[in-house]
């Protein structure tokens, strides 16, 4: 595979070799992945056009398809991304509700159908063969908590409000919990034997305690991920199914990688649901990220990254992302550019797979679902903005880093500098270690000196890769480095030094 060489040389670390075999698909395999993650609607059309208007306000279908997105893979492989992940692919409920459309995927009626709005099964036979040609991945999004069914302001607890035999193979009401609300989303046990959804569209509950329900549900992905050559998933609405059937789940996927949404802060919620599937989004980390950068908190990210690290089975398999189509986009939250690349780099450099959301690259705005769910065409797909250039730099790193030391991605990050306004981590072992430093001052900051006694021996050598600049380690031990415009720093050896620390290895 082939990142265009502009970016690569964008990099001072000279001579990387980005060649990566397709493996398979198992957890060890793409522990070294870097997803992007799509909006099959929202992505690309299949006319190309950048100008076709999309109102997010409404919720309604705006063109994009598997066939667009075939046609945009340079685009996302130019910022060093080796996977991608699409919306949930199965037939929605065709329709409008005062809210919209099934547009994002999450409303499904028939599991052995496709939705016909995204393409043709041939097209998306054939997005997954252009990924695999380039060496990439393919991760689909996928909804086993629920089917939908539009109830338009039809109390759902009456008994003819839902129309079951719509339903693709779950056609009876005896697959599904009778109707309950979820008053406490804090409540696991009823958050999963209760309804999501609302009198507007109801989401029908599995039963994925029963093994009826769960055998049809572990066939149906074992068929669906085999016919379309799907190398991983992610679990939307996992905190709802039955923890019991997780692990069986993931086994049913061939085994593959799966990331389970569990929407919490919770450390210790998060980390126990690793006993039950390998991965899920780190939305601790998230949180402490917001802290960071919204906040000027340097107290709460080097905290909980260590907190992670103490409690859950295995961090470096969680995945790590600082937006997604459920939260407000970053931008909105906090509009300075310097404080998005800070962002960015630690979720693209920290422990666990990175998953960035289409549109984080053009530093889009939105506040809130359906808002942050912008059609990317309207950006027309700038390889030049500065929140690209920036991730295809620590994508190459990243890479480049696990490539000098198989061993690097499953080395834990710890923080080993904290200032009033900056967060020193590294990640990797002695002489080829990565050493972020962040700055939570933004643009509007002066340059000014810190002095780092942490994480290197005497006289060795790092290269900022942003700047290219070197900074020698003094005898004491101690490393000045120069901070401007709240610019994050990332140091790693220039190649001779790789090259001596292997030698002597
Ligand atoms: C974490 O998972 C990765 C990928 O499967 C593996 O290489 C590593 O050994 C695991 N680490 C621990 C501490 O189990
Ligand atoms: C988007 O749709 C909403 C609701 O239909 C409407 O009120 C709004 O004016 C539209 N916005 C644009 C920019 O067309
Ligand atoms: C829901 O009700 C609204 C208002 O009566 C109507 O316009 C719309 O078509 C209905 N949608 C469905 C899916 O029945
Ligand atoms: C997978 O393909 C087979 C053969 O075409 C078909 O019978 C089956 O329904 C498909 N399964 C799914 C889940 O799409
Ligand atoms: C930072 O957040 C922590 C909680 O994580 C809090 O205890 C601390 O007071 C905060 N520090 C500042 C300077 O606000
Ligand atoms: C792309 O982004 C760069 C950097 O922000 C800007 O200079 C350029 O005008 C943009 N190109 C287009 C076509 O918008
Ligand atoms: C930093 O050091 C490397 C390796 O010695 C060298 O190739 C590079 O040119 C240096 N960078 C600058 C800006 O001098």
């Known amino acids: 595979m082939s990142l265009p060489l502009r970016h690569v040389l964008r990099l001072c670390v000279i001579a990387l070799d980005l060649s990566t075999p397709v493996l398979a698909a198992s957890t060890g ?51 060093g991304f080796d996977a991608v992940m699409i919306s949930p692919i199965v037939k929605n409920i065709e329709g409008r509700v005062s809210y919209g459309e099934a547009y994002h995927g999450y409303w499904p009626q028939d599991l052995y159908a496709l939705n016909p709005r995204f393409g043709t099964q041939q097209d998306l036979l054939d997005l997954s063969q252009a990924l695999h040609d380039r060496g990439m991945y393919l991760m689909m999004d996928t909804v086993i908590n629920n089917m939908a069914y ?13 129309d079951y035999a719509i339903f693709n193979p779950f056609n009876d009401p005896k697959y599904f919990h009778p109707y309950c609300q979820i008053t ?33 549900l572990s066939h149906w992905v074992q068929e669906i991920m085999t016919n379309y050559s799907i190398d991983g998933l992610r679990l939307d609405a996992a905190k709802h199914v039955t923890p019991d059937f997780l692990p069986q789940f993931q086994k049913a996927a061939l085994d593959s990688f799966v990331t389970g949404e569990v929407f919490d802060q919770s ?17 601790p980390i998230y949180y402490a990220l917001l802290d960071a950068f919204t906040k000027g908190n340097t107290s709460t990210l080097p905290n909980r990254v260590e907190i992670m690290k103490h409690t859950c089975p295995n961090v470096t398999t969680l995945t790590s992302f600082s937006e997604n189509h459920d939260v407000a986009r970053f931008a909105s939250l906090e509009p300075d550019i310097n404080l998005a690349k800070n962002l960015l780099t630690f979720t693209l450099l920290s422990d666990g797979i990175p998953m960035i959301y289409q549109g ?25 903005s500065p929140l690209y250039t920036h991730i295809s730099t620590l994508n190459a790193l990243r890479k480049h ?26 990640k990797g072992r002695e002489g080829r270690q990565v050493v972020m430093v962040l700055s939570t001052q933004g643009s509007a900051s002066g340059a000014y000196t810190i002095r780092m ?53």
Not at 267 to 283: A, M, R, W
């Open 401 to 426: 880093a696990s490539q000098v030391d198989p061993n690097y991605l499953s080395t834990q990050t710890y923080p080993i500098y904290t200032g009033s306004s900056e967060m020193g981590f590294r």
């Open 267 to 283: 450390v210790d919620t998060i980390c126990s649901y690793q006993n039950d599937l390998t991965s899920v989004p780190n939305y």
């Open 29 to 79: 395999a793409w522990s070294s992945r870097s997803v992007y993650q799509t909006m099959t609607d929202r992505f690309a059309r299949t006319d190309g056009s950048t100008t076709h208007p999309c109102n997010t306000t409404d919720g309604l279908y705006c063109g994009g398809t598997w066939r667009g997105m075939i046609n945009h893979l340079d685009y996302i492989e130019g910022m």
């Open 453 to 505: 006694t942490n994480g290197y021996e005497p006289s060795f050598v790092v290269m900022d890769v942003f700047t290219c600049r070197n900074y020698t380690v003094n005898d004491m031990g101690e490393l000045r480095l120069d901070m401007d415009g709240g610019e994050p720093r990332v140091l790693y050896p220039p190649k001779q030094h790789i090259v001596a620390a292997l030698n002597n290895a």
């Open 184 to 216: 406490d989303y804090n409540n696991y046990p009823l958050a999963q034997s209760c309804w999501t959804g609302d009198d507007i569209v109801a989401l029908p509950d599995l039963k994925t305690e029963d093994p009826t329900v769960q055998a049809m």
């Open 360 to 384: 984080q690259e053009q530093h889009l705005s939105g506040p809130y679902d359906p808002l942050n769910r912008e059609a990317l065409w309207l950006t027309t797909y700038n390889t030049t």
């Open 150 to 162: 539009f109830t338009n302001g039809t109390d759902p607890s009456s008994s003819s409000s839902i």
